[in-house]
């Protein structure tokens, strides 16, 4: 069964602090791989997508990495602020014909003044 | 920019009730989703379609179904509403090719009493 493991489940960071969140993945066969991000009340909202022959993917202060060998990715915040308190979900798409994405849990992040 | 609009942002209804959720997208995607949020399980996808009055099962559909009868437009049902089906709903939309980012509403938070 496709499954998306995120660590940790929760992280509360200083304002300015770097993060790095986590994602496993064992997938197959493997499309892509994607970060969005969930603000508190709102609808997810796509931040990177990366695929096979990717490894690393920026969209501003989020800098997404991949490593297709192992099944891990990370999603690093650089520069923390406030907004970028919210939730961050790992989703992995499949290239097997099917089209349902594989959804993790998500990270909840807290940024602190 | 796409639009994904869920008709209510919050409801209220009692055990028993039919209870209807609409979603509407404005960007002709053929595929769309209904999915359910809960604290520490992440979004489960209860139901999608990937063309008019073309459905699939999810990972939960037990006590729901859908509609769709138009191309911009998914309905869930939940054909008698009980108290664990509180939850918050989340409608996606996305074309038909799957390396697309799913664009998603911003919810409707359903209280069952």
């Known amino acids: 069964k496709n499954q998306v493991e995120q660590s940790p489940q929760s992280l509360i960071i200083l304002e300015g602090k770097n993060c790095t969140l986590q994602c496993n993945y064992t997938v197959s066969p493997f499309s892509n791989l994607r970060w969005y991000k969930q603000d508190t009340g709102r609808g997810p909202v796509s931040l990177t997508i990366m695929t096979f022959s990717e490894n690393t993917k920026s969209n501003g202060r989020y800098t997404a990495t991949l490593d297709a060998d192992t099944k891990q990715s990370s999603l690093h915040i650089t520069a923390s602020q406030l907004s970028d308190s919210a939730s961050y979900i790992c989703v992995v798409g499949s290239s097997g014909g099917s089209y349902i994405p594989t959804f993790g849990r998500g990270t909840s992040l807290i940024v602190h003044p | 920019d796409v639009k994904v609009t869920q008709s209510s942002r919050y409801l209220v209804k009692r055990t028993g009730e039919k209870v209807f959720l609409e979603c509407v997208q404005d960007m002709d995607h053929e595929n769309m989703f209904w999915y359910r949020q809960d604290p520490g399980l992440g979004l489960r996808l209860i139901y999608f379609s990937y063309d008019v009055k073309m459905k699939e099962k999810g990972d939960i559909p037990e006590g729901y179904s859908v509609s769709r009868e138009k191309k911009e437009r998914f309905s869930l049902i939940l054909e008698s509403a009980s108290t664990n089906q509180t939850s918050m709903y989340l409608c996606?939309?996305?074309?038909?090719?799957?390396?697309?980012?799913?664009?998603f509403g911003d919810g409707t938070r359903l209280s069952i009493l």
């Open positions: 996606a939309s996305r074309p038909f090719q799957e390396h697309q980012p799913q664009h």
